[in-house]
């Protein structure tokens, strides 16, 4: 049912997005002239020979902060270029790693590799990341009342490869590999008897496949005024010594809409992943960092189960000051998780909120800094990065 529901959103999506697109096309006089004036509800104009001429490079560090890992700071070297100067569609393709520190003495840090290639007619996109997690994971019984809280670490090592290539207007194909191995250490024999009775004890990588395909016709990747990206994804994870084979369904939609010109838009986002019954208890959801999204405001390690959805509702402004580089945000969240403690009738709904600032370190990429503070019923948390959750 959650299946077809998600289905039926991203086609109405897709179609209202297409009319849109249609509606946009003839520009009358008076919008040329306002372009012609520099009205400020207007984008900046850019060379865009000049600008994919130029190979870029970026160090930012910034701050972050959550009540399970404490003050913390991240690190990004970023290299932004395109490997074809005379393509004129393609995104900017970015070499990046990321080192994350913080208070508790939580690790984290990787390398990723996005490339934009043929007019946009490939997308690859490589990523190896590694960390552990000092966190209080809340132990639960089956009716999902707290038991105990227990420190321990989450470690994980995560490989993938994705190719991805156009096949029709804005629609994608894809299949990709990937790698994963995560388990907890607790401090002491005891606890680390109980983690392991939870989420199972440390083994091998887990390897596995992935066939994807997306829609999107969005004007930028990184942060855009229109358009939307419906994604779903199917992977298989095979089975090795110590776990059983398993497969997973994700679902992504993003979709942007102008409000008033470029510098007020409306930002929604809907993600879900869906597991097997039959996978290990390692690769469990943790709400506020469920696989691929981050749900904002949220202590991770304190609600889980084996499928998540969330959905976000966010108001982005481009604001006068600084170039036009400094932007503001305003969102709200919710979502939950559910499947193996609880089912979907049961599981707890999980209400967020908060406000961020945007700037626009590279603007003609749109490539910018994030940092949002984020509120739930139950705690506070500050978040760094140089692209937007969605």
């Not at 089956?142 to 290539?165: H, M, P, T, W």
């Amino acid at each position: 049912m959650i299946r077809y529901l998600i289905l039926c959103i991203a086609i109405l999506l897709s179609s209202h997005v297409l009319a849109e697109d249609k509606k946009e096309e003839p520009k009358d006089k008076k919008e040329i002239a306002e372009e012609t004036d520099e009205n400020p509800n207007v984008p900046p104009k850019y060379s865009a020979k000049e600008e994919r001429s130029k190979i870029k490079f970026k160090l930012i560090p910034g701050p972050t902060f959550g009540p399970s890992v404490g003050l913390g700071l991240l690190l990004v070297p970023m290299l932004v270029y395109y490997p074809d100067k005379n393509d004129l569609v393609s995104p900017p393709s970015q070499t990046a790693a990321f080192y994350l520190i913080t208070s508790n003495k939580s690790t984290m840090g990787g390398i990723a590799q996005k490339l934009f290639l043929k007019e946009d007619t490939w997308r690859i996109d490589f990523g190896i990341y590694a960390g552990s997690i000092n966190m209080d994971v809340d132990i639960k019984d089956s009716e999902g009342d707290v038991l105990e809280s227990i420190e321990s670490a989450r470690k994980f090592r995560y490989i993938k490869l994705d190719v991805n290539r156009r096949v029709w207007n804005d629609l994608f194909l894809g299949i990709g590999g990937k790698g994963l191995n995560t388990w907890f250490e607790a401090d002491n024999s005891a606890d680390e008897e109980i983690i392991e009775e939870t989420f199972g004890a440390k083994g091998n990588v887990q390897w596995g496949v992935v066939g994807r395909t997306f829609f999107d016709n969005r004007d930028n990747v990184y942060y855009p005024y229109k358009g939307i990206y419906t994604s779903y994804a199917y992977d298989y994870n095979f089975e090795n010594q110590e776990y059983e084979a398993y497969s997973g369904n994700s679902y992504d939609i993003r979709y942007f809409q102008k409000i008033h010109g470029y510098r007020h838009i409306l930002a929604m986002h809907f993600y879900g992943r869906i597991i097997e019954r039959s996978a290990p208890d390692n690769v469990i959801q943790f709400y506020g960092r469920a696989a691929q999204s981050t749900q904002r405001g949220f202590v991770v390690g304190q609600y889980y189960d084996r499928n998540v959805l969330s959905s976000d509702l966010e108001y982005r402004y481009i604001s006068p000051f600084i170039q036009r580089k400094l932007g503001f945000a305003a969102f709200a969240n919710f979502g939950k998780v559910y499947g193996e403690a609880q089912p979907f009738e049961k599981a707890k709904w999980l209400i967020g909120g908060g406000v961020g600032v945007r700037y626009f370190i590279l603007p003609y990429e749109r490539i910018h800094a994030v940092l949002d503070a984020a509120w739930s019923k139950d705690t506070f948390a500050m978040y760094f990065g140089l692209k937007s959750p969605f």
